[in-house]
């Protein structure tokens, strides 16, 4: 049952990784400049970095470590939804998909008694989002 869990964790980092690679393609063929200059690294580092912890938590759940896996994973989800929300009108689909993606990979991983790990691992993977578009101008210019 936890290769399942795996595969889709997989197929997660597969999809961000695909999302990754759409955002990069529509940006160079939109020939554009953005208007704040670090929002395209930072979208795309943030999206690599889901893309890995779909991989490093795959890893995790084959080590049989549910419970950092399962952190790992809902992070990653909530990180994705996020972003995915944020930027609906471009490649926000495919984040989404990436977070349901991270979803199912994550159900029936950890006891119930280990919640309090992947809530404080969701709320905290918001927060590079938060950060990333203060530093680089977007909510509050630049």
């Known amino acids: 049952m936890w290769h399942r869990n795996a ?7 597969v999809a961000a990784t695909a999302t990754d690679g759409a955002y ?16 395209v690294p930072f979208l795309v ?6 893309a890995v912890a779909g991989v490093l938590s795959a890893g995790l759940i084959l080590q ?4 950092l896996a399962k952190t790992l994973l809902v992070s990653a989800a909530a990180g994705s939804a ?26 029936g ?11 404080l691992a969701a709320l905290t993977a918001v927060g590079p989002v938060i950060a990333g578009f203060t530093i680089t101008g977007v909510f509050w210019g630049s």
Do not use: K, W
């Open 82 to 107: 996020a972003l995915g929300f944020i930027a609906i009108f471009s490649i926000g689909l495919g984040l989404l998909i990436t977070a349901g993606l991270f979803g199912v990979a994550a159900l």
């Open 64 to 67: 049989e470590r549910r419970t």
């Open 7 to 13: 595969v889709a964790a997989l197929l997660a980092a």
């Open 24 to 39: 990069a393609a529509l940006i160079r063929s939109q020939n554009a400049t953005p208007p704040t200059a670090g929002v």
């Open 109 to 119: 991983l950890a006891p119930s008694a280990a919640r309090i790990a992947p809530l």
């Open 45 to 50: 580092t943030y999206i690599a970095a889901v």
